[in-house]
């Protein structure tokens, strides 16, 4: 399988404690982003990444989030001292080289349950 | 600020029938639009886009509709079948890499 993959699929963690989430795009793709969605809301953005530049960040990523892709191929996405606000559904997506109107192609989400 | 609407949380059609499913925006500077599709469990998949240059774009059952004077656009889905039971939301962006998404419709089509 060529697509999205995101790792763990399900987080289950207390509050205060810090969770990291994987993203692995697809291999030819430079352009990495996160989102995160909630019950009864379409994905909202988090943040952009074109190869290893992180070059657009939502004001929803406060400080207690941080986003990296140091090699410009997987991200990682930790969030630390989780408040249960948290708790969602963190989507990755990936586009190709090119213009920005390309379409983002999503992994499965990792669901997070803060408790 | 919700930016893209979907004012219908949910819609029933029954199979072979035609099933649409409206986005309203109100930004004027997105010119690029897009469908996803998203079953349970699983992250959306792209359905098809469309460029604010065109006013429509079709893709074997599936045709969107862009009214940029109305800031609407709708997708149709024609026959509707059972496997296209999902949830369905639209995203728009305009120049940068930020796609912005609706709330999302529930489409239930009924054998």
């Known amino acids: 399988d060529t697509g999205v993959s995101q790792n763990p699929r399900h987080k289950i963690t207390k509050r205060g404690q810090n969770v990291t989430f994987r993203c692995d795009p697809i291999s030819e793709h430079n352009r990495l982003y996160w989102y995160r969605q909630t019950l009864g809301q379409g994905p909202e953005f988090l943040t952009y990444?074109?190869?290893?530049?992180?070059?657009?960040k939502s004001r929803l990523l406060s400080d207690r989030f941080s986003a990296e892709r140091p090699k410009g191929s997987f991200s990682t996405l930790e969030i630390q001292r989780t408040e249960q606000g948290d708790s969602a559904m963190y989507l990755c997506a990936s586009s190709p080289p090119g213009r920005s109107q390309e379409t983002q192609y999503f992994g499965p989400g990792t669901r997070l349950l803060v408790l | 600020d919700q930016q893209v609407k979907q004012n219908s949380p949910s819609l029933s059609v029954q199979e072979g029938r035609i099933s649409i499913l409206n986005c309203d925006y109100t930004?004027?500077?997105?010119?690029?639009f897009l469908w996803y599709k998203k079953y349970p469990a699983e992250g959306p998949t792209f359905l098809i886009s469309?460029?604010?240059?065109?006013d429509k774009n079709e893709d074997g059952r599936f045709t969107v509709f862009l009214n940029k004077s109305a800031k609407h656009l709708s997708l149709h889905i024609v026959p509707s079948q059972p496997g296209d039971s999902a949830v369905y939301f639209c995203a728009a962006h305009g120049g940068t890499y930020k796609y912005i998404f609706g709330t999302g419709t529930r489409l239930k089509v009924l054998a």
């Open positions: 930004n004027s500077m997105f010119d690029y």
């Open positions: 469309i460029s604010s240059i065109k």
């Open positions: 990444f074109q190869n290893e530049a992180q070059l657009e």
